[in-house]
């Protein structure tokens, strides 16, 4: 099983080849900041191993899918978002991922927002 693609930026990421502002860390997910967010707060949650997508998840998958939308609500407290927040995955290219390692956005915050 592959968990590192050198060409991929969020593996990049993972591997402290390019600086993100990291908001959470486990053995499982890495999450950080969107470097060009659509509301006050906006991050990404990630898998430490390289998936590509969400349809590329298999079975024994779950417990990491779980784990990283379980995570979601206790992200948006620790950063002070109290009024509600959306969770978003894009999936491939009608999806309009551009990112191809499995990403989750967290967004939340006052509006308005530039986006979403
Ligand atoms: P997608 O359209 O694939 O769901 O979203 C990819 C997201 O990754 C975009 O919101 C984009 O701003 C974010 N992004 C792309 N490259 C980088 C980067 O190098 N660092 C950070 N922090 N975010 C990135
Ligand atoms: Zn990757």
């Not at 502002?21 to 898998?47: C, G, M, R, S, T």
Request: proline share 8%.
């Amino acid at each position: 099983m592959s968990t590192h693609d050198p060409n991929c930026i969020f593996c990049k990421i993972v591997a402290g080849q390019i600086p993100a502002k990291k908001a959470h860390e486990d053995e499982q997910v890495l999450v950080f900041h969107d470097i060009n967010p659509w509301a006050p707060v906006h991050v990404l949650v990630i898998p430490k191993r390289h998936i590509a997508t969400l349809a590329d998840v298999g079975p024994g998958d779950e417990g990491l899918l779980g784990h990283m939308l379980g995570l979601a609500p206790r992200l948006m407290r620790d950063l002070g978002v109290t009024n509600g927040f959306r969770t978003l995955i894009n999936t491939g290219k009608d999806g309009l991922q551009e990112v191809y390692h499995l990403h989750m956005h967290v967004i939340g915050g006052p509006r308005p927002w530039t986006k979403g």
